[in-house]
């Protein structure tokens, strides 16, 4: 359904890339000044061990994070500010890392979107929810989302109930319609959606539709 996105395996991967990019920024901003970079007040700080600069703190700090999992950049973004990281330093290494690649809000949205609705049966409408909280932008929520169509969604809903039908026998039919719609109403299916669902699942086991059709919505 969505493109795969490879994240570096490791924080060596992510040294070197977010390495490379300094270099050729470094080098490019020592051209304009009429001057190559030869290492400077960044390497003799290191040689020293003297405390590093904020960007260097920031850039430490985005390393670790990101060798367990991808993040947003709003998500580096109020960890370094939580570590009391200056605002023009964190940013500046937020925007080097976004020219490499490290970070990637669409690819993040994309494969969030793809990894929970498969394992965790989410719908649109959660997903979203959940990506508006990680601080990823809208327009690309959207497009992350309207990868999900809607035969996919129902599909999903479909297998969600199958799994949990059994455990709800023995209840009254209204008991197993409403445990059932609500389960599916908390993963963000659409009301009408969750109980034509659970209606078509009960009636497949022997209901009478016609004493299912009151609990459905009106048109």
């Known amino acids: ?10 924080e060596g991967e992510l040294t070197r890339a977010a390495g490379d990019a300094e270099t050729r920024r470094g080098g490019r901003e020592g051209r304009r000044g009429g001057h190559e970079d030869s290492g400077g007040p960044s390497s003799s700080r290191a040689e020293s061990g003297s405390p590093r600069t904020p960007e260097e703190q920031a850039r430490a700090i985005c390393l670790r994070l990101l060798t367990g999992n991808p993040r947003t950049r709003k998500q580096l973004e109020d960890a370094l500010r ?13 925007s080097r890392f976004e020219d490499v690649g490290l970070i990637n809000d669409a690819a993040f949205a994309d494969a969030w979107v793809e990894s929970r609705h498969h394992g965790r049966g989410l719908a649109r409408r959660a997903l979203a929810r959940e990506l508006r909280t990680k601080g ?4 690309l929520i959207d ?17 969600l109930v199958d799994r949990k039908l059994r455990a709800t026998r023995g209840l009254d039919r209204e008991k197993r319609l409403r445990r059932l719609a609500g389960m599916l109403a908390r993963k963000g299916y659409a009301e009408g959606l969750a109980l034509r669902v659970v209606k078509q699942a009960l009636a497949e086991e022997g209901e009478d539709p016609e004493l299912l059709d009151h609990h459905l919505p009106d048109d």
């Open 1 to 10: 359904m969505t493109r795969r996105t490879e994240w570096p395996d490791n």
């Open 82 to 94: 939580q570590r009391g990281i200056p605002d023009e330093a964190a940013q500046e290494v937020l």
């Open 136 to 139: 990823v932008d809208s327009a």
């Open 143 to 159: 497009v992350a989302v309207s990868r999900l169509d809607s035969e996919q969604e129902e599909s999903t809903a479909r297998e």
